[in-house]
């Protein structure tokens, strides 16, 4: 359901599009790594994941799950609930192994957070946490990156900014793109595997954002 809600509500704010890498492949059991700039992202890269025949299991801030209706749909298809700085916050870990053992694939946000920025402009993925590597070291699942860009545009900033933002995101109807990079394998140890995957997600989110012409990623 929450992949299908989006692939019907995004259209109506923006216009999206999609590419992929030679050998991009989104199969079972996979690690889908994006970007995260924005609050109206997920809904952006469920959408055109959903497009592209795959409805993963999502990691979400455990907040979420308080809200009305849609905690319990999130409770109800599965997803994965992050409690960070709890004790509770290896439960998430937990889930995520047994659904791709299950072969489902599971996105991630590793950047674990939304950047303190006020613009609407596009920038580089910040620095990812560890829970990436220890999913992949404990699951032994392949990566895929994702780049998306056109979210800030969406929303971005201030709560009345972002409100603003997105009551007149139907009118503006701002580009959104989704780049799916080829799978890769995260052969180093610690720190730096979770560097080698942060590069793998900032070369695709290049790719996105260059097709929306943003300075950043032109500039790189």
Do not use: C
């Not at 690690?31 to 025949?53: E, F, K, M």
């Not at 009118?171 to 995260?186: D, Q, T, Y």
């Not at 595997?193 to 943003?214: C, K, M, N, Y």
């Amino acid at each position: 359901m929450l992949s299908r809600l989006a692939d019907t509500l995004v259209p109506a704010v923006g216009r999206l599009t999609i590419t992929t890498d030679a050998g991009a492949e989104l199969a079972p059991g996979s690690i889908i790594v994006a970007n995260h700039t924005s609050l109206a992202d997920p809904a952006v890269v469920l959408a055109a994941l959903h497009r592209l025949g795959v409805r993963p299991v999502v990691m979400a801030t455990a907040g979420l799950w308080r809200v009305p209706v849609l905690g319990r749909a999130l409770a109800l298809e599965g997803h994965i609930p992050v409690h960070r700085g709890d004790r509770r916050a290896a439960d998430a870990l937990d889930g995520a192994v047994e659904a791709l053992g299950r072969g489902r694939l599971v996105l991630i946000y590793a950047e674990g957070g939304l950047p303190h920025r006020t613009d609407a402009a596009e920038a580089a993925p910040e620095a990812f946490r560890s829970g990436l590597s220890r999913l992949v070291r404990r699951s032994g699942a392949p990566v895929v990156p994702v780049g998306q860009a056109g979210a800030r545009r969406v929303t971005s900033g201030s709560t009345a900014k972002q409100l603003a933002g997105l009551f007149t995101a139907p009118l503006r109807r701002p580009e959104l793109h989704v780049h799916v990079g080829a799978p890769v394998e995260l052969t180093a140890d610690g720190p730096a595997r979770t560097e080698q995957a942060r590069s793998a997600v900032t070369a695709a989110w290049r790719t996105a954002a260059a097709r929306l012409g943003e300075p950043a990623a032109l500039a790189a």
